[in-house]
């Protein structure tokens, strides 16, 4: 611009400025060349990985190098899944195995979650009360927590709600650890700030706090739901009327690796749709971070 | 203006309302426990006051107390000994009617430039339609028209300040404190940014009490220089700059005589302290 407004008389199109236009539009084309040859590659590697695991077991498997029989074998497990889908189990239809589960675990997550969130915040706001609490905290957490699973057992039957607990105490100390660090970390300056600007105990846990700690928080809930599923799936192991954990410890009973692991698949399946579920919830609720530097890549 | 006028909640009106923007600091001491559980003395005796509608800054060696008399002043910090009163009244809480700008600014990052702004009066009661229209008309005013829906991360540093600013000006606070706001910028922005505040200072009038290591800009801005030693803070000295008002662009009268020589006679006093200061960490890291 400040060329164009200080050169004397009509000037025609300055010929270094149409070169440099040209070579940035050429360097465009050329980045955007590298790139889509870079995921190309990236996608031909991971599919050979695959290809290479999964390939793998079924040739050894198949030449009994490796014993089918107790290793099981992808063709075999991929049959025992459509077969658990088509034909159901001993107890009635997989679905409701799969919904079964899937009951538990987002019951257990959403209690274990919301109870860990307002228990991290209340000790991470109050010094005193995380000071009294702390070594007791500790000593929980180092407690075997699965083996709550057989006392829930024991003290409400083989239904639903043992799962649950078990579920929220695996959730609660993932989620509990993260919200009380999160509203540590808090900047000091931003809540003398907003105090001097006036607000009350309440606005600063609304506006500074809570969003804050939001970071550490919603990182926290992707572990968490794994811990969620683990929770139900060792309930039900331990005892249970239906649930996937249940398919599974009866292919264990009944010496049936493929079924084991068509149960695992399943598992697999419902925690990365729940994965997905939560980073887009994250990307929405953190909307407001700076994107990461990596994503400008350098040509 | 009249909703300008609703959100001033100051307690006195008139010619009384003047003083309530007087800060007087007598017999300030603080002491801290240090880790290994000794008393550390941060501030001893440190008496000054800030006339109504004063522009004061404090000037000293890194480590001399200034930062922990403005959170004294501020109500967020209680002192060992002396009193601060605001106004004729003690501090004992959050003091009323008082604005922060601190070095780093403290803009929330998860809320959007007009967010940040409309927070004062949010929290002082105001409506969230009427605090939003006083935010944009103020972000008006520190000239960042177009960027309300911006986030902080994706300003410079110099709108950052510029938000800052209107967040610490919205509630039309009658004192400002000021804790080397400008410090981490640099030279040109910095003095674009002391010009504007200048200029919004002159039409609000608030006290201001403005820390700073830089004897310059403390010149360049203030009526009345406090000079603080350190280890532990006192005050040294004060000094009261009678450049006129308005002072114009604050670039320009740093070349003046008048400038010239009151800067130099505060820096025969600074300097000392400042190389006293220098030679004791100094001493310790060699």
């Not at chain 1, 929770?231 to 039900?236: P, Q, S, W």
């Not at chain 2, 209680?78 to 008082?98: A, D, F, L, N, Y």
């Amino acid at each position: 611009m400040s060329i164009a407004s200080t050169a004397p008389g009509p000037i025609s199109p300055n010929p270094a400025r149409s070169d440099s236009a040209e070579a940035n539009r050429s360097a465009t084309e050329a980045g955007r060349r590298a790139r889509r040859k870079r995921v190309a590659l990236l996608w031909t590697a991971r599919l050979g990985f695959a290809v290479f695991v999964i390939g793998g077991w079924q040739l050894f498997t198949t030449l009994k190098i490796v014993d089918p029989f107790f290793y099981g074998q992808p063709s075999g497990i991929w049959k025992r899944t459509v077969d658990l889908f088509e034909n159901g189990t001993e107890f009635g239809s997989f679905w409701t195995d799969i919904f079964t589960t899937l009951k538990e675990a987002v019951f257990g997550f959403g209690i274990g979650a919301a109870a860990g969130i307002v228990l991290g915040l209340a000790l991470g706001q109050n010094r005193f009360l995380a000071e009294v609490l702390g070594p007791y905290i500790k000593i929980v957490n180092a407690i075997p927590r699965i083996v709550l699973g057989s006392i829930f057992i024991v003290a409400f039957g083989i239904g639903v709600t043992p799962k649950v607990l078990l579920s929220a105490v695996l959730v609660f100390f993932v989620v509990f650890f993260n919200a009380f660090q999160g509203v540590r970390e808090v900047d000091r300056n931003i809540i003398a700030n907003v105090k001097v600007l006036g607000a009350s105990n309440l606005h600063v846990i609304r506006h500074v706090t809570l969003p804050s700690a939001l970071t550490w928080i919603i990182a926290s809930l992707h572990t968490a739901f794994g811990f969620a599923i683990v929770g139900a799936l060792v309930g039900e192991v331990l005892g249970a009327e239906h649930g996937v954990g249940l398919v599974i410890k009866t292919a264990q009973g009944s010496l049936d690796p493929d079924g084991v692991f068509a149960g695992m698949l399943v598992i697999s399946v419902i925690t990365l749709v729940a994965e997905f579920i939560l980073t887009f919830v994250e990307r929405r609720l953190l909307s407001w971070r700076p994107p990461s530097p990596s994503e400008a890549a350098a040509i | 203006m009249a909703s300008r006028n609703q959100l001033a909640n100051r307690p006195v009106a008139g010619a009384f309302e003047a003083d309530a923007s007087r800060i007087e600091v007598t017999g300030l001491t603080k002491r801290f426990l240090t880790p290994k559980g000794e008393a550390f003395t941060a501030l001893r005796d440190v008496t000054f006051t800030v006339e109504p509608g004063q522009f004061c800054a404090v000037v000293g060696p890194t480590g001399c107390g200034k930062s922990t008399t403005l959170g004294m002043v501020s109500g967020l910090d209680r002192p060992s000994e002396g009193s601060v009163k605001v106004g004729g009244r003690e501090v004992t809480g959050i003091t009323q009617g008082i604005s922060f700008m601190f070095q780093q600014d403290a803009l929330l990052p998860w809320k959007t430039v007009v967010g940040n702004v409309e927070m004062g009066p949010i929290f002082r009661g105001l409506g969230k339609r009427q605090a939003r229209d006083l935010a944009r008309d103020w972000l008006r005013r520190v000239g960042l028209a177009g960027f309300e829906e911006h986030h902080p991360h994706q300003l410079s540093g110099g709108m950052r300040k510029r938000v800052a600013m209107a967040a610490a000006l919205i509630n039309e606070p009658k004192i400002l404190l000021m804790d080397e706001p400008f410090g981490a910028l640099d030279v040109q922005t910095k003095a674009i940014m002391q010009t504007e505040l200048l200029g919004l200072w002159e039409q609000l009038r608030p006290s201001v009490l403005f820390i700073t290591h830089d004897l310059d800009e403390a010149v360049a801005l203030a009526d009345r220089v406090v000079v603080m030693t350190s280890g532990p803070g006192s005050v040294k000295a004060v000094y009261d700059v009678d450049l006129p008002r308005p002072r114009g662009a604050v670039q320009e009268i740093r070349y003046e005589p008048k400038f010239l020589e009151i800067q130099h006679r505060i820096w025969e006093s600074l300097r000392e302290e400042v190389e006293r200061a220098y030679a004791r960490t100094a001493g310790v890291n060699a």
